[in-house]
């Protein structure tokens, strides 16, 4: 290679399996800080209206983020355990399983927090990749 030309298809192909590699870590790296970084609003937005009140805070501790990579692909994934973490994201309004009827109001958390950590997500993987290419 000299000066960025590359004249063998072999130089090509292993400058781009470097910087493949340098970027999945990359995205790894910013896909772990930004989970933690939306756990952290879903947490802030279930502490009160206009997400769900506080009682014991179990709810809110119940958040929690994981990142899996398997080959090329990186996910992480944010996400409660709670069985009432449905309902109060999107509300409900029916009967439930033991016969109790509701009209509960839905109160926002998750899909707020993810409004705010999505965009500022994308420019980081755009950044880390192009610094590692």
């Known amino acids: 290679m000299s000066g960025g030309v590359f004249t063998e298809a072999g130089a090509l192909a292993s400058a ?15 896909m772990r800080h930004s ?6 609003g879903v947490q802030y937005n279930a502490s009160g209206r206009p997400g769900p009140r506080v009682i014991t ?10 990142v899996h990579r398997a080959g090329p692909v990186v996910v992480g ?22 016969g109790r009827h509701y009209n509960q ?13 999505g965009p500022a997500l994308v420019r980081a993987l755009g950044h880390a990749v192009a610094e590692a290419l």
């Not at 781009?16 to 910013?30: D, F, K």
């Open 57 to 66: 805070g179990k709810y809110r501790a119940s958040w929690t983020s994981d």
């Open 105 to 117: 109001r839905p109160y926002p958390h998750l899909g707020p927090a993810v409004e705010q950590t």
């Open 16 to 30: 781009l399996g470097r910087g493949a590699q340098r970027s999945l870590s990359a995205t790894e790296t910013v």
């Open 77 to 98: 994934e944010v996400g409660s355990a709670a069985r009432q973490a449905r309902r109060l994201e999107f509300g409900f309004v029916g009967v439930d399983s033991i």
């Open 35 to 40: 989970v933690q970084v939306l756990v952290k």
